[in-house]
């Protein structure tokens, strides 16, 4: 089982409409969990960042926590163009807090 | 600010090559980290220090060196380029080791070993 899990897609969806973004993770003790944008040939961009259960909303963006299912998710919602990237869910580890164990990320299309 | 720093931006390598990515960060940032990326794959970590003469393996070290002589520079040096190392390099930092605190990252180092 691989340490932090995402669907790598491509998930497309159509323009105005809801992203939904997954991410599960094997390490109960993690407390901090990010979501990063990376546009092709970029570098990676925080979205949002969680660490209590529940939602966490920023603008278009909510942050879903479920530690006792050890699930993490990222709502957008009118979903626009622009929002055509990869999203990374990165989450620290137990043993070493400043370091974070990264997904391999899923491609999100947004449709016009 | 300028932020993170990272040159080159691209490179290409003979097998058997040396180089130094380089790093610098103007944020009095404690910890700095050094990543590389494959094609669509995340990152995987591969030094990291948490101060000025204090370094730290990460998951993928080998084939790597790093030091640590000041807090803004963060050296990346590749020893014997292999094929296995052509990747994107990123490197990345953080104030202290507080696990709220995101990465801020440079733009990265696309490098090919030929």
């Known amino acids: 089982q691989k340490e932090v899990e995402q669907n790598s897609g491509p998930l497309s969806v159509p323009e105005g409409a809801i992203a939904s973004l997954n991410c599960t993770y094997s390490d109960r003790g993690s407390q901090s969990f990010f979501w990063y944008r990376q546009y092709s040939g970029k570098s990676p961009e925080l979205i949002m960042f969680?660490?209590s259960n529940g939602d966490k909303e920023d603008g278009r963006f909510t942050a879903q926590l479920n530690k006792a299912s050890q699930y993490v998710s990222l709502l957008i919602r009118d979903s626009q163009p622009s929002d055509s990237a990869t999203y990374l869910c990165?989450?620290?580890?137990?043993?070493?807090?400043?370091?974070?164990?990264w997904g391999a990320g899923t491609k999100l299309i947004i449709k016009p | 600010n300028a932020g993170v720093t990272q040159t080159p931006k691209f490179r290409i390598l003979k097998i058997g090559q040396s180089m130094t990515l380089q790093c610098t960060q103007d944020m009095n940032h404690n910890y700095m980290y050094w990543y590389r990326q494959d094609p669509g794959m995340g990152l995987k970590l591969i030094y990291y220090?948490?101060?000025?003469?204090?370094?730290d393996k990460g998951e993928v070290p080998n084939g790597y060196n790093v030091s640590r002589s000041t807090t803004e520079d963060f050296p990346l040096r590749l020893e014997l380029a292999a094929p296995s190392q052509t990747s994107v390099y990123f490197c990345?930092?953080?104030?202290?080791?507080?696990?709220?605190?995101?990465?801020?990252f440079g733009d990265g180092t696309r490098l090919s070993i030929l």
């Open positions: 969680i660490y």
């Open positions: 220090s948490v101060g000025a003469g204090i370094t």
């Open positions: 990345a930092s953080i104030k202290e080791g507080i696990s709220l605190q995101p990465q801020h």
């Open positions: 990165a989450v620290n580890r137990m043993i070493s807090n400043y370091q974070l164990i």
